[in-house]
């Protein structure tokens, strides 16, 4: 009997080692809001419709992520994430876990990873530049993205992608990034190379990201560079941005100022860009303003309002969307509320 409770108290201590070591956690975010498209494009009626918008601020999301620490320092890691079309219990991207689903090691080498994976230039976009974090009918997204509008990635995420990070040192890191085009016959058609190096503080910012596609026939190329920057001055966090920007029937330069205001449980956001056409498309010019307000209800739970209108010039067709879709006029008003779990 000693013997057995021995055994029993000896296969308790390495399972509770062993999960010690592992951890899966489940998270996700649930948006809800109203969403009203008017205004018109030059040549076009106006787009005038309303609607409940499963992500205006954050799309809507269930995901799963872990790490195994392997001895020495090495960690072994996974996220699994999907995206969810709240208001009709469907799935968003088009597929399952088409948000994030990534494998890696991570350790004192920086972090590996492979699989689905954001662009260094949308997480600078993202984190760095936008003061509406790509949400909101105000979101840099509108004008500041690469690619088409119709294309379910953009610049956003790549696929069958290796990406390597840096480690922190003195406050500065980077990273790189390549997505195999699997196309057969030709290994550069639907190549992705993108990467970012950047300084990030508690009050300072800066970082500089680049995102270079292949289209499908390894005829043309996406190309855009981005520099943004912020500071928090406690206050108010203020935020600038440029960037050059070369794709299909769109080259121009893209500037970007806007600030975050916090007030005990409010949060007021604004911003201008300004895209200016360049060369053939010169007289393709646009200018964005938008302005946001959230309520945080606890630490979890918000409210948010927010607008956002674009000015075309020449034959530009810019669309004020939100995080989670490209809009069909000049003009938004968004209405919601989200809860982070």
């Known amino acids: 009997m000693k013997k057995l409770n021995l055994a029993l ?69 996974f996220v699994l994430e999907t995206g969810i079309a709240a208001d009709r219990g469907g799935v968003n991207q088009g597929a399952v876990f088409a948000r994030q689903s990534f494998v890696g090691l991570q350790g004192d080498f920086g972090t590996l990873t492979l699989g689905r994976q954001y662009t260094s230039y949308f997480l600078t976009l993202n984190q760095i530049a936008d003061p509406f974090a790509s949400g909101l009918a105000g979101n840099a997204q509108n004008l500041m993205m690469p690619g088409i509008a119709a294309e379910p990635d953009r610049a956003l995420r790549m696929n069958d992608a290796v990406k390597y990070t840096t480690p922190i040192f003195e406050n500065f890191s980077a990273e790189i990034g390549y997505g195999f085009g699997e196309t057969a016959g030709n290994s550069d058609a639907n190549r992705v190379v993108t990467g970012s190096i950047g300084y990030d503080s508690k009050t300072l910012n800066v970082r500089l990201a680049h995102y270079n596609k292949n289209n499908a026939t390894d005829t043309a190329v996406v190309r855009s560079t981005l520099l943004a920057a912020n500071y928090d001055f406690e206050f108010v966090k203020i935020f600038g941005a440029y960037s050059d920007n070369n794709w299909a029937l769109a080259k121009s330069d893209n500037y970007l100022v806007g600030f975050t205001i916090p007030y005990g449980a409010h949060k007021f956001i604004a911003s201008y860009i300004r895209a200016a056409g360049q060369g053939a498309l010169a007289e393709n010019d646009a200018d964005q303003w938008g302005i946001g307000y959230t309520y945080a209800l606890s630490k979890r739970t918000n409210m948010y ?23 069909t006029g000049n003009k938004a008003i968004n209405f919601g509320l989200r809860h982070v779990f």
């Open 9 to 77: 108290a000896l296969a308790g201590v390495l399972t509770g080692a062993a999960q010690a070591q592992s951890a899966v956690e489940v998270y996700g975010i649930v948006d809800m809001g109203l969403v009203r498209d008017f205004g018109s494009m030059p040549d076009g009626p106006a787009a005038t419709g309303n609607k409940m918008t499963s992500g205006a601020q954050s799309g809507t999301r269930l995901g799963f992520k872990g790490k195994e620490d392997l001895g020495n320092g090495l960690n072994a890691l």
């Open 305 to 327: 309002a927010a607008y956002g209108s674009i000015s075309n010039d020449g034959t530009a067709r810019y669309t004020v969307g939100n995080n989670s879709e490209a809009g």
